[in-house]
DNA sequence: ATGACGTTGGAGCG
DNA sequence: CGCTCCAACGTCAT
């Protein structure tokens, strides 16, 4: 049989069940990533840092594939539309896949899937991005996800165990198929894994990848393995205990493989166990498997809530009279949060560390976001959820729209009265400012004593340190405790007319039958 | 009905 | 560093 391997997450060859799958059934098979200019190669959805962390976690894969006699074929184009050319291509009757969950991917699959119906191509759509299977999870639950962290934990208790990882492939994979394809304007094949640069008509350019963060398979399970080895670590690890502020990551930083499946979530759960064996050790929701359970939690809401990726008609977000970017005020002040020019150091670090790192600290990723939206500026989560998800090397859809409703307090969190303090929230973990220091180096000479509140600087002192408020950095565009009260008040009665909303709701949903039985009669 | 709790707040006290 | 209070949310167990 000739099959068609397509990779999206599952960046791996240990426990990958869809590639498995297509090698067992396969005598010929073509291993191929698709970019689609739309999503991957958009500059206004994918930063050069994103791009580049996915394009050398697929260089690690080819030579991964070309050690067992395979490789990758990396092509530019529509996935429907290079799927269908491949398949005519190489006589495929075969197309592996391992099953994606957010909204955008579910409807582009199954467009691939009718059309490979219609050409008589079977499909196989396999688990492995996830511990559980979400529609059994489901099943469990009477066909509805969990909202909160207690309920999903006695959910996955009913669950059981999620599998074990399964192995890389042992021997040789089967040889890929004659190919023979004129690249056109819908599709391009690239004979090895292209670089950034290769895609500067779209914007891209070595020059501007600044992370530091390796990519690939082999760099994520030696992360996995280093962090597992300090026994004691993970045995006490509780994730709010663990500092934002840290210079290196006080937590894992194992997301960025997570996320585009160069590691394998059953892998890092086993070794996780295995690490816990014959100690006592943190539970969750704070410990690591606590970690891996909200993962599990946020795929499973986003996979099984409608419109989760908005406001409007998403039935668990609370309504809120969020500013939009057509309000020019709030326009101007989403472009200087993104650009880490809002004047407040902490907000403005953690930004500048998203745009050159392509991640931060989970407590970071709070203040920022309680900022943006019922904290300071008022504006909607939908547009923090899209800055992160074009920065960040470990874009989750499902779990930075989770993050983002919990943030705003749109839902799953509700204590909209505990607001970070931009000034006060990191000098608990860095008084001395050393993290501001790195990630917002104008301020570098700046004295502890008003590294997080420099416009409380005397002028002489600003002009010692080589910066002076207005000029070399700008003053802060209004002071926080004011704005975050006024805020409460507006989250207060945003509560009270969302109470309000329901029920009326529900009054109506009890009128309804009998309205019903009237129209009939 | 009521009270305890909720992965990660801040201010002011000792 | 640990305590209480702030003004007060929704969820869940009793």
């Known amino acids: 049989m000739i099959g068609i391997h397509w990779f999206r997450f599952g960046l791996r060859m240990h426990d990958n069940p869809a590639l498995l799958s297509a090698v067992n059934k396969c005598t010929s098979l073509l291993n191929v990533y698709i970019l689609n200019p ?12 994103r791009l580049w962390f996915l394009l050398d976690t697929l260089r690690c894969l080819d030579v991964k594939l070309r ?43 199954e467009k691939v899937s009718s059309g490979m119906k219609e050409m008589g191509v079977q499909v196989d759509a396999v688990l492995g991005h996830t511990l559980f299977d979400p529609d059994k999870l489901l099943k469990l639950n009477g066909g509805s996800p969990s909202l909160a962290m207690k309920g999903f934990q006695t959910l996955v208790a009913k669950a059981g165990a999620p599998p074990k990882p399964q192995d890389a492939p042992a021997d040789k994979l089967p040889p890929p198929p004659q190919l023979t394809l004129e690249n056109s304007d819908e599709l391009k094949l690239f004979k090895e894994v292209p670089e950034l640069s290769d895609f500067k008509e779209h914007g891209y350019d070595i020059v501007n990848k600044t992370t530091s963060f390796k990519a690939g398979e082999d760099q994520a399970i030696e992360t996995m393995e280093a962090f597992l080895a300090q026994k004691k670590r993970v045995a006490t690890f509780e994730k709010p205990q663990t500092s934002p502020t840290s210079l290196e990551p006080d937590t894992t930083a194992l997301s960025p493989y997570m996320s585009n499946g160069s590691l394998s979530c059953r892998l890092f759960y086993w070794g996780l166990m295995e690490a816990y064996k014959g100690r006592s050790h943190s539970q969750p929701p704070v410990s690591l498997e606590g970690q891996l359970l909200w993962r599990e939690m946020a795929h499973l809401i986003g996979y099984s809530t409608p419109n989760f990726g908005r406001m409007e008609g998403n039935p668990v977000c609370r309504q809120i009279p969020w500013r939009t970017a057509d309000d020019k005020d709030a326009k101007q002040m989403l472009d200087k949060w993104e650009n880490g020019q809002i004047g407040f150091p902490a907000i403005d670090a953690v930004m500048n560390q998203l745009r050159t790192e392509g991640w931060m600290h989970h407590l970071a990723r709070h203040l920022t976001a309680c900022f943006l939206t019922r904290g300071d500026l008022w504006i909607t989560w939908e547009a923090g959820r899209d800055v992160f998800e074009k920065y960040l090397l470990d874009a989750d859809w499902h779990i930075n729209n989770f993050s983002w409703h919990w943030l705003s307090c749109s839902a799953f969190f509700h204590q909209y009265f505990r607001c970070y303090s931009p000034v006060v929230f990191f000098k608990k973990t860095d008084p001395t400012g050393a993290y501001i220091r790195k990630h917002l180096p104008v301020l570098h000479k700046m004295p502890a004593k008003y590294i997080y509140e420099p416009w409380e600087c005397p002028v002489a002192n600003q002009q010692t340190a080589g910066c002076v408020l207005g000029k070399d950095y700008p003053k802060p565009p209004f002071n926080h405790s004011t704005v975050s009260k006024e805020n409460m008040n507006k989250m207060k009665a945003a509560f009270d007319a969302s109470k309000k909303a329901a029920a009326a709701a529900k009054e109506q949903k009890a009128g309804e039958p009998k309205a019903k039985k009237a129209k009939k009669n």
């Open 38 to 49: 739309d999503v991957e190669l958009n500059q206004d959805r994918v930063s050069d840092n």
């Open 67 to 109: 050690e067992k006699g395979s490789q990758l074929h990396v092509c530019v184009g529509q996935p429907d539309h290079v799927i269908t050319q491949l398949v005519k291509s190489t006589k495929a009757t075969l197309l592996t896949y391992e099953r994606q969950t957010e909204p955008h991917n579910v409807v582009r699959d």
